[in-house]
């Protein structure tokens, strides 16, 4: 089954700073990789997703990449803020058909600085 | 527009107690899920069902057991709670077969004693 693997497990960055997540999948069938926050005693939130047929998305300070040939995709927020901190889930799925699994990293613990 | 409604939210249980965590959802989705949530362990998948009358094993499902009764609904059953299990578990539903977002309930902290 798939796995994915997240890195680092915790990130501290001063405010105003960029922070970068980094994971990897081992099926090379995922083909949906969104990236959750969840902010402390709360539900995850969807923050930013991304498909296997697009390289890069972007939405405001946030963006993602992804590496189909490496099986890998990173999370970047660029000029930060202590409101940005929380822990990042990476998550890997396939969608279509009967395959329904969404499998999650272990996440990253993010400490903006002010 | 409630989303995803997962009950109880707080649960205390004695080792050997069974205990059945009900979920809803209210936005037509197909596929629905349960996690745990341990700390430094992430969201670990129990069970899932990708539609409506199937259900599939995720990576931690021993001890635990799972119903989707209908499009909207999907429980999570402990028949003989160990502390083991002790967690946060949180229910989650997506419009899988196009790859859209889950949604999340608000979780159930349980402790098992």
């Known amino acids: 089954g798939e796995n994915v693997e997240q890195h680092p497990s915790t990130l501290s960055v001063q405010e105003g700073d960029s922070a970068v997540i980094k994971c990897t999948y081992s099926d090379s069938a995922s083909n949906y990789f969104p990236w959750y926050k969840q902010e402390l005693g709360k539900r995850p939130q969807l923050i930013i997703d991304?498909?296997?047929?697009?390289g890069e998305k972007k939405d405001q300070r946030i963006a993602v990449t992804l590496n189909k040939t490496a099986k890998h995709f990173s999370l970047h927020i660029t000029e930060t803020q202590p409101e940005d901190s929380a822990v990042y889930f990476c998550a890997a799925s396939r969608y279509g058909g009967s395959q329904g699994n969404l499998i999650f990293g272990k996440g990253t613990k993010l400490s903006v600085k002010p | 527009n409630a989303g995803v409604t997962q009950t109880p939210k707080f649960q205390v249980l004695k080792t050997g107690q069974s205990m059945t965590l009900q979920c809803a959802q209210d936005m037509n989705h197909n596929s629905m899920y349960w996690y745990r949530q341990d700390p430094g362990m992430g969201l670990r998948l129990i069970y899932y069902s990708a539609s409506e009358g199937t259900t599939d094993k995720g990576e931690v499902p021993n001890g635990y057991n799972v119903s989707r009764l209908n499009k909207r609904e999907f429980s999570l059953r402990l028949e003989s709670a160990a502390p083991s299990q002790t967690s946060v578990y949180f229910c989650?539903?997506?419009?899988?077969?196009?790859?859209?977002?889950?949604?999340f309930g608000q979780g159930t902290r349980l402790t098992v004693v």
């Open positions: 991304i498909r296997s047929n697009v």
């Open positions: 989650a539903s997506s419009g899988q077969l196009d790859g859209t977002e889950a949604f």
